[in-house]
């Protein structure tokens, strides 16, 4: 894949001011740390595994992060957003609850499991959900098109650009702490910042 910053690596700037020893320590763990199941049963954990390959690119290096890691372990320490939407059950339950609905799907629509279709029939099903074209009571009062939306889609969205890959190829030059960002305006940038390659 080509990206307008093809000859930036965010990760150049790790022994600059630009990162300071916590942000370093933050970067350690999403690059090498919490890559084991926890949470969900390994069933729903490959479940949720095939439907993060159809949803997350692999980035210009060639990395996917390792998003269902990253959200077994959020459900194993039950750490959320802080609210939910009025009718919706808890996190855990939500996952739970929306994971066994989209294989339902699956099998209402092939036959058999998410995890067994191929990658045309998984995002099918995925398509289908998120116009809501699907059982309703697969989803035992969970709202599915709220589910794939605001839950599932958000969640790894948010997750794959946290990760240093994502950052590269957009441009982000990490967070603003400790050097900060000055040229805030359109067309603006730092000095320190990634320039598009020409």
């Not at 948010?158 to 900060?180: E, K, M, N, Q, V």
């Amino acid at each position: 894949m080509d990206t307008p910053y093809r000859d930036y690596d965010v990760l150049a700037k790790w022994d600059t001011v630009s990162f300071d020893d916590r942000t370093r320590e933050e970067l350690t763990r999403r690059l090498h740390g919490g890559l084991e199941r926890r949470f969900l049963t390994k069933e729903e954990f490959e479940l949720l595994a095939a439907i993060v390959e159809r949803l997350v690119p692999v980035f210009s290096d060639g990395v996917r992060p390792p998003i269902a890691h990253w959200i077994d372990g959020r459900l194993f320490q039950n750490f959320g957003e802080g609210f939910r939407y009025a009718g919706e059950p808890p996190m855990r339950e939500s996952w739970r609850k929306g994971l066994a609905a989209i294989d339902a799907e699956a099998r209402r629509f092939f036959a058999v499991s998410f995890t067994m279709l191929d990658a045309s029939r998984k995002d099918a099903t995925l398509r289908a959900i998120q116009k809501g074209d699907v059982d309703a009571a697969l989803w035992r009062g969970l709202r599915p098109v709220l589910f794939f939306s605001h839950t599932l889609l958000k969640t790894i969205a948010g997750l794959a650009y946290a990760h240093p890959s994502a950052w590269s190829d957009i441009g982000f030059g990490g967070p603003a702490s400790p050097r900060g960002y000055v040229r805030l305006g359109f067309n603006q940038r730092d000095p320190w910042e990634a320039e598009e390659s020409r």
